[in-house]
């Protein structure tokens, strides 16, 4: 049996519960389910929290899941409290009163007389009550008078026989007089002065005397209704009043509340009328047409043509909703615009880059040179580059004059910094060849070192090394924009480092020498060392709430819309979710299977996007990224090590496969001797005259 799709909420309200239950049954008949467990199972993860309450109290004391209650059990008893019993005989009372409303046409009038009857139970006899119902109730006596002509004890006179005949009277009717009015002409009783003068060289104008036939001009009918009917047919679709207003007439969710309005009944009580109660006070009926306040309620036959009107100019789906408001409404209508905005190709394909999704700080590690992050930068007047490490807990920054940027320069410099701080547990970067190829992989294998990288084309991902880096080049580019020889840059950015290190810095409240070595060098200011681990905890909050706020949940098999950075490709092609690789980052499988490394702000949503996560699915517990290798042009298969396959038993990134102790969670402040001398405050000595 191939699984189930994801249930869909049932909310009271919003969806009927008689088509609820009909589409479960078509699915479980679709997918060969049988076993009641399951069937049962499905039910109750479909309900939404409002419609489970209910279910629980109609259980008491029992609980749903209990195993005394069916799948059978729970629908009966749902159907029974949402769908009373409605009176027999008010439904047969507003059935034998039906008859033919002024403007309404005969097969108009013929699906209301079965509407009404379809809750009589008439049984075997509803073809004959419906038959007799719709000749009384038509409003041409012509039209009557011809079906009464037949004998209505046989058999082939039917609804639909009478149907037949109705529809042909009328359109006989309808071309005769338009025969009337188009093709005869007009024969008008005019009496002409008679003439009084002849000029000798003037000739009389016989023909102005000639006397016209009083017979109308022969015409063929049938070519006038078949010219007409061409004209009708091939007429392209105009959307106006006249159209909703034949519409809502055997609409069968518009028709009761506009007979409800008229008569000044209650509303009906099935669950699909909730939004139209809720507004009970507000609507009103103008010319058969059902209004709220100054918008039009479109029928359901219409609303895909109205919605394909409205998205002709490929508008965004905030804008077709401002548009829409001012003019139309029906119950789902903000929805059903969302869903046309997302399945348009045309608008996925060159819609912008995604809002920046929720903030994802990186886990704050509490033991300093715990995780690190590396980047090259370059090159600086035209020759110099730049190797920039950072601490992710002390914000300890080391800066290298590099001659290139390549995994060997790299390894030279972390095997100088590992020989004065020692080994790290991770170390992050960004997708670049130098982090990515096989000697920087099996250096960082060799040490037992997680490797994690970011998605390409999102620096975002490797945050701290960005900003590393771009701490360090102000500090280079105001060095030689205040005069200084590039000669001479070196000792200027160790300058800059040595009292960046012993400033306080404003995510730790305290200063990355103090935290990295547990002590405070000599300098030229003493400065006072405040806890930092909770100010650290206000600052990410500070970020996340600053940050983005585009908060959708993906899930492996999603279908969504990956941005692609070749080059002459549409900016987005249609994939799915391969795996999560971690909070924000996924592994895309496009359609012509290249599997993409892409942080959420590179993926649209493929359907309606899901703003809450799916209570079904079992979140994955990852603190951040997996080691990914994959460029925008890399194939499925990748020859990345299996350094970052490795799993993580401490803050902020994946372990080795070795155990590791854990570090503890918070850092104790050292305390620092005085160095300065202790003075005493003498009281001081006034002048007191003799």
């Not at 042909?168 to 009783?189: G, L, M, P, Y």
């Given at each position: 049996m191939p699984p189930l799709p994801p249930p869909v909420q049932f909310q009271l309200g919003k969806s009927s519960w008689k088509l609820f239950t009909k589409r479960t049954n078509s699915l479980f008949l679709t997918y060969s389910v049988t076993d009641p467990v399951v069937k049962k199972n499905y039910l109750l993860a479909s309900l939404g929290d409002d419609v489970y309450n209910l279910l629980h109290s109609l259980c008491v004391p029992k609980e749903p899941e209990h195993p005394d209650y069916t799948f059978e059990n729970l629908i009966a008893a749902l159907t029974a409290h949402l769908r009373p019993v409605r009176s027999l005989f008010s439904a047969r009372q507003n059935f034998y009163r039906a008859t033919q409303s002024e403007g309404e046409t005969v097969p108009e009038f013929s699906a209301r007389v079965r509407q009404l009857a379809s809750e009589c139970e008439f049984g075997k006899e509803l073809d004959v009550v419906c038959r007799d119902i719709f000749i009384m109730?038509?409003?041409?006596?012509?039209?009557?008078?011809?079906?009464?002509?037949?004998?209505?004890?046989?058999?082939?006179?039917?609804?639909?026989?009478?149907?037949?005949?109705?529809?042909?009277?009328?359109?006989?009717?309808?071309?005769?007089?338009?025969?009337?009015?188009?093709?005869?002409?007009?024969?008008?009783?005019?009496?002409?002065?008679?003439?009084?003068?002849?000029?000798?060289?003037?000739?009389?104008?016989?023909?102005?005397?000639?006397?016209?036939?009083?017979?109308?001009?022969?015409?063929?009918?049938?070519?006038?209704?078949?010219?007409?009917?061409?004209?009708?047919?091939?007429?392209?679709?105009?959307?106006?009043?006249?159209?909703?207003?034949?519409?809502?007439?055997?609409?069968?969710?518009?028709?009761?509340?506009?007979?409800?309005?008229?008569?000044?009944?209650?509303?009906?009580?099935?669950?699909?009328?909730?939004?139209?109660?809720?507004?009970?006070?507000?609507?009103?009926?103008?010319?058969?047409?059902?209004?709220?306040?100054?918008?039009?309620?479109?029928?359901?036959?219409?609303?895909?043509?109205?919605?394909?009107?409205?998205?002709?100019?490929?508008?965004?789906?905030?804008?077709?909703k401002s548009h829409a408001r001012s003019f139309f409404w029906w119950p789902s209508l903000d929805r059903d615009i969302e869903s046309v905005a997302a399945r348009c190709e045309t608008c996925c394909k060159f819609r912008s880059t995604p809002p920046p999704s929720v903030l994802k700080p990186w886990p704050w590690p509490s033991t300093v040179w715990t995780r690190l992050h590396i980047d090259f930068f370059g090159p600086v007047n035209q020759k110099i580059n730049y190797f920039v490490l950072e601490d992710a807990t002390s914000k300890w920054i080391e800066a290298f004059q590099v001659p290139s940027t390549t995994a060997s320069v790299a390894i030279e410099k972390l095997q100088e910094i590992f020989a004065r701080f020692g080994l790290p547990r991770a170390i992050t970067s960004d997708g670049a060849k130098c982090f990515t190829g096989t000697e920087f992989s099996e250096f960082l294998q060799l040490y037992g070192i997680v490797h994690l990288r970011g998605p390409p084309f999102h620096p975002q991902s490797n945050g701290f090394g960005e900003s590393a880096v771009k701490i360090v080049k102000r500090s280079v580019q105001k060095a030689l924009a205040s005069g200084l020889k590039p000669t001479n840059l070196s000792r200027a950015v160790n300058n800059f480092l040595f009292q960046y290190r012993n400033t306080v810095h404003a995510a730790i409240m305290d200063t990355p020498a103090g935290l990295l070595l547990k002590k405070k060098p000599m300098t030229f200011f003493d400065l006072m060392i405040p806890s930092s681990e909770s100010v650290v905890l206000e600052r990410q909050a500070s970020m996340v709430k600053n940050g983005g706020h585009r908060q959708v949940f993906l899930y492996p098999n999603d279908l969504v819309w990956v941005r692609d950075y070749r080059f002459g490709q549409p900016k987005w092609i249609k994939g799915h979710i391969q795996d999560v690789l971690g909070d924000q980052t996924f592994l895309v499988k496009t359609h012509d299977n290249n599997l993409w490394s892409r942080h959420l702000d590179q993926l649209w949503p493929g359907s309606p996007r899901k703003t809450a996560p799916d209570p079904n699915v079992s979140q994955p517990n990852l603190q951040s990224p997996k080691e990914t290798s994959q460029t925008p042009n890399e194939k499925s298969k990748n020859t990345a090590t299996s350094t970052a396959e490795s799993s993580a038993d401490f803050q902020g990134f994946s372990p080795p496969s070795q155990a590791i102790e854990k570090s503890p969670t918070t850092s104790t402040p050292i305390s620092t001797p005085q160095r300065r001398t202790t003075r005493k405050i003498r009281k001081p000595l006034r002048f007191e005259p003799r």
């Open positions: 109730g038509l409003r041409n006596e012509r039209v009557k008078d011809r079906l009464f002509e037949e004998d209505p004890t046989k058999a082939d006179f039917t609804l639909q026989r009478a149907i037949e005949i109705a529809v042909a009277k009328e359109a006989v009717a309808n071309e005769s007089r338009a025969s009337t009015s188009d093709f005869n002409n007009c024969q008008v009783k005019q009496e002409y002065p008679s003439c009084s003068y002849i000029r000798d060289d003037n000739c009389a104008d016989f023909l102005s005397r000639i006397t016209w036939s009083k017979g109308a001009v022969e015409t063929d009918p049938g070519n006038a209704t078949t010219y007409l009917n061409y004209v009708n047919e091939n007429s392209p679709f105009r959307l106006d009043w006249r159209s909703i207003q034949r519409e809502t007439r055997t609409d069968v969710e518009l028709a009761p509340v506009v007979s409800a309005i008229q008569r000044g009944d209650k509303m009906p009580s099935d669950d699909r009328f909730a939004p139209y109660k809720r507004r009970e006070h507000e609507l009103t009926v103008d010319k058969s047409c059902l209004m709220w306040g100054y918008r039009v309620v479109v029928p359901s036959k219409l609303r895909s043509s109205v919605l394909s009107k409205l998205h002709e100019t490929h508008m965004g789906a905030t804008k077709m």
